[in-house]
């Protein structure tokens, strides 16, 4: 059984994406207790599935390693992956939450040798890489996952293949008896850091993502870039694995639209001025790369990155709504619609497109287990209502990374008071 050690004076943070992580460390550095949960098998969030960061270009491996061994340093965090808050009781000061734990059927005895992924023959989607691939049923799920402890999928328990995982285990890791659980803790107050989730694009009807192979979303397109994806960094078609030396940028693909996201998200802009990088640096002068867009919103310090990407002529810029996407006999996605900059109709063929789609909150205000305020995208609003219960990063709203760790350190700072004040009630 799991045992959690929680008190009042607690702080609980609910998701271990960078917001998360940041609100938690923030608040045990500064001597409270934290109860960290993560419904992934590995903190870091959709961070840790990025390429490379905006404007500096730099891997996200710089700023989530010097997290991780401030993490690893720090007695007062206790860390539960695979868990799930499913219930919320009580006020400010004085919260009983209830947490569900899904089978690791791996114990911290895992040394992350790798002998159950040999062992392993049959094969599960790569949830990491958004099901661009696939992975044995013992997987790592990422290469800098913390905890770095295998996860063994439940199609194989019970089964020949699952017994010899088992036995390739020389350190008695691999515990495929274990059952879900569920725990009970206390806490003083609540960071809720869940995150984002990009928009589901097939709902986009007319851009026909999920039946043009060749259709992808920007969080797959930054996969496919990494060398460590599924492709081994190779920006190449998912129909037929011809390299995408032509690559069309879709902006606002369901964001500000009524039918679809309200809000603008704020990091697709640069992320597919990012993502035109990864063209040029795949294929030189022979990447072309062109961005549908209806206005560039590159503020602050992101100007002076948009003016380099737009001076580049290998990038074209085509202000314009997409209409819609056709598919060429060849597997060409073709574009359709008006350039509003002289107002001419094109038909442009591409080797791939990729979808800017927008955030949304990984977990509505509507389906937190607990009476929380929220806008009308569903990202949670400060309660006065509810006073020990705090959003962070991009629970809140759609942010940058930048923006979340500012969030979530506010956050944080929010629930030390609210555990202060308890401390100070019962002194």
């Known amino acids: 059984m799991t045992s959690v050690v929680a008190t009042n004076q607690t702080i609980l943070v609910v998701g271990g994406g960078i917001a998360g992580m940041t609100a938690a460390l923030e608040a045990a550095e500064t001597g409270k207790q934290v109860v960290l949960v993560e419904k992934n098998p590995y903190l870091g969030g959709r961070t840790v599935q990025l390429y ?8 996200p491996s710089c700023g989530l390693e010097i997290n991780l061994r401030r993490l690893k340093a720090n007695p007062r ?31 911290e005895s895992c040394t992350a040798c790798g002998e159950c992924n040999k062992a392993a023959t049959s094969e599960v989607a790569d949830a990491f890489n958004y ?4 992975v044995k049923a013992a997987y790592l799920p990422a290469n800098m996952a913390y905890p770095q402890r295998y996860v063994i999928d439940g199609s194989v328990v019970g089964t020949a293949e699952g017994e010899a995982i088992k036995a390739a285990c020389k350190y008695g890791a691999v515990d495929l008896d274990m059952k879900e659980e569920v725990v009970t803790l206390n806490a003083g107050a609540i960071v809720w850091a869940t995150g984002w989730q990009p928009y589901d694009a097939a709902k986009i009807t007319p851009y026909r993502y999920g039946e043009f192979k060749n259709v992808i979303t920007n969080v797959e397109f930054e996969r496919l870039a990494d060398p460590h994806g599924p492709t081994g960094g190779k920006i190449v078609r998912p129909s037929d694995g011809k390299e995408a030396k032509n690559v069309a940028f879709i902006q606002c693909a369901g964001s500000r639209d009524e039918n679809h996201l309200r809000h603008c998200s704020r990091f697709c802009c640069m992320a597919s001025l990012k993502q035109t990088r990864y063209v040029q640096e795949a294929y ?32 074209s810029f085509v202000k314009s709504k997409v209409a819609r996407i056709s598919e060429d006999t060849n597997g060409d996605p073709r574009l359709w619609g008006v350039n509003t900059e002289g107002y001419v109709r094109y038909s442009e063929p591409h080797d791939l497109v990729v979808l800017a789609v927008g955030m ?3 977990v509505k205000n509507v389906a937190i287990p607990a009476e929380v305020m929220g806008d009308s995208s569903g990202f949670v609003m400060a309660d006065p209502s509810n006073a020990g219960i705090f959003g962070a990063g991009c629970a809140t709203n759609a942010l940058d990374v930048n923006r979340a760790v500012q969030s979530a ?7 030390i008071q609210v555990v202060n004040q308890v401390a100070r009630a019962e002194a």
Do not use: W
């Not at 099901?131 to 696939?134: A, D, E, P, R, W």
């Not at 030189?284 to 990155?305: C, L, M, N, P, Q």
């Not at 350190?409 to 629930?415: D, E, V, Y």
């Open 131 to 134: 099901n661009l691939g696939k």
């Open 52 to 59: 490379r960061y905006f404007p500096k270009m730099c891997h």
């Open 360 to 362: 949304e909150p990984s």
């Open 284 to 315: 030189g002068d022979e990447g072309k790369s062109t961005v549908y867009y209806i206005d560039i919103r590159a503020i602050d310090r992101f100007e002076d990155f948009y003016q380099e990407v737009k001076a580049n002529p290998n990038v």
């Open 409 to 415: 350190t506010a956050a944080a700072l929010r629930a």
């Open 77 to 107: 965090i206790q860390v539960l992956t695979m868990a799930e808050v499913t219930g919320i009781t009580g006020d400010k000061g004085n919260y009983s939450v209830t947490v569900k734990l899904a089978p690791r059927y791996v114990n």
